[in-house]
């Protein structure tokens, strides 16, 4: 991770917002981008005021106002019925009895939600009550497989278990970060960088896809 660290900075943590509110914006950046679901958000937010009236608000009508988010009906359901559904459970809105939970706990009260699942559970953990939960996105996933770090054929959810039995928990957040951000500018889907990869000498798959390492010797 020192390699990563070095070519791309140390990450810097995210600006800390309260559980409910990284919950439903994570809904929200579901299958887009953080460009397309910030302002989905903040639309969200400007029209209704707070997510009280959000979760009094119809379907339709939250739909309406984070179209920019894409799959909006979609969405306007998973946090209708989500807000709903902590309302009931716990007699208001708030998600700040998860700091008192262990991660494995509070992560399973998440996941008990409708529209969430372990990636966008683990986002709330990390990003917003800094507990050591690994959010496994495609970059991620598509890295650690790449690097030998989880099996070849593994999903989300097992490389997650997997991911977060090898990473330090004080580190998950910065491995988050930087794997992320090495699958964007470098171990690209489609054509990974590798000949300018700063883990080329100690990745499994480099050889895959350019087919020597560097300063092998052409035998004849
Ligand atoms: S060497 Fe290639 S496949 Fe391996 S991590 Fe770097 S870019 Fe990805």
Request: proline content about 5%; overall charge positive.
């Amino acid at each position: 991770m020192s390699l990563l660290a070095t070519a791309y900075g140390k990450p810097k943590q995210r600006p800390r917002m309260d559980p409910l509110s990284e919950l439903v914006q994570t809904i929200l950046s579901q299958n887009t981008s953080d460009a397309n679901s910030r302002p989905a958000f903040r639309n969200l937010l400007a029209t209704f005021g707070n997510l009280d009236a959000v979760a009094a608000a119809s379907t339709d009508d939250i739909a309406s106002v984070i179209k920019s988010g894409g799959m909006n009906r979609i969405k306007a359901r998973y946090i209708k019925d989500t807000l709903g559904k902590i309302k009931r459970q716990r007699g208001k809105l708030d998600l700040s009895f998860l700091n008192q939970l262990p991660t494995t706990e509070a992560r399973k009260w998440l996941t008990s939600l409708p529209g969430v699942g372990m990636k966008t559970a683990n986002c709330v953990l990390l990003f917003s009550l800094r507990k050591p939960a690994l959010p496994v996105d495609t970059h991620v996933l598509r890295v650690a497989k790449r690097l030998g770090m989880v099996d070849s054929r593994a999903s989300a959810e097992k490389a997650t278990v997997q991911l977060e039995g090898v990473v330090p928990p004080a580190e998950i957040y910065e491995f988050h970060m930087l794997l992320i951000t090495h699958g964007r500018r470098t171990c690209k889907a489609q054509r990974p960088l590798c000949a300018k990869c700063v883990l080329a000498a100690i990745c499994p798959s480099y050889e895959v896809f350019v087919g020597r390492r560097y300063g092998e010797e052409i035998k004849s």
